[in-house]
């Protein structure tokens, strides 16, 4: 260990330390950019119809996910070349617009959605997914699918 002259700790290898702890990230983002990549659509779409149902079958609001609704309604709508505005995330999400415009705030946040505004409607903006977050759910849709081999 060394010392710099206030006395520190030589911090120039904490970062190598912190940065060889993605090597797995890295080496399973690599391998899925490598595959041709299907369309994942279909398990999208299957998987938000399952959380309606399950909805309908458990009366009241014991689940809610409004975060993991909303990304699911993106990728699927994307997938389908349909554009999503904040207030049909809100809908998607089923929950007060309150809530999902918190959830989209958070997701906005963290870096997995992204708003632009619509150029011909200054009221009106559109979500998408940043391309971590589509990455993230076809990884996820890839370990799905898989399992069903």
Not at 64 to 71: G, K, V
Not at 78 to 103: D, H
Request: hydrophobic letters at 30%; proline letters at 5%.
């Amino acid at each position: 260990m060394h010392e710099n002259i206030c006395g520190d700790r030589d911090r120039s290898t904490d970062f190598k330390e912190f940065e060889s702890g993605f090597e797995p990230y890295r080496r399973i983002s690599a391998e899925h950019s490598l595959k041709p990549q299907p369309n994942y659509g279909n398990i999208a779409r299957k998987i938000y119809n399952a959380r309606r149902e399950r909805d309908t079958v458990f009366k009241g609001d014991l689940f809610s996910d409004p975060a993991w609704d909303i990304l699911l309604d993106l990728y699927t709508s994307e997938k389908s070349g349909q554009k999503i505005s904040v207030t049909s995330a809100c809908i998607a999400a089923r929950v007060p617009t309150s809530t999902g415009l918190r959830w989209i705030t958070i997701l906005i946040q963290n870096g997995y959605v992204e708003r632009q505004s619509d150029p011909s409607d200054a009221r009106r903006s559109f979500l998408s997914l940043t391309p971590a977050a589509r990455e993230g759910m076809e990884i996820l849709f890839e370990q799905l699918q898989s399992q069903d081999r």
